[in-house]
């Protein structure tokens, strides 16, 4: 069975964004760092303040 760190590690090897499974305690922000080589607090505070302002531009 794929673990949950295994399974973001996959998903972002395809291209998607794991910032929320930091939030959501998949993963810890030290994991985050090793999969994405990025800090995951800028990281992940960013990613949710672009997403609101993308969806509030939608609505």
């Not at 794991?18 to 922000?29: F, P």
């Amino acid at each position: 069975m794929m673990t949950e760190f295994d399974f973001v590690k996959t998903i972002y090897s395809w291209g998607f964004p794991i910032d929320c499974y930091v939030q959501y305690n998949w993963i810890t922000k030290d994991q985050y760092n090793e999969i994405t080589g990025k800090d995951a607090s800028t990281s992940t505070s960013a990613g949710a303040s672009e997403s609101t302002s993308t969806d509030a531009s939608q609505a």
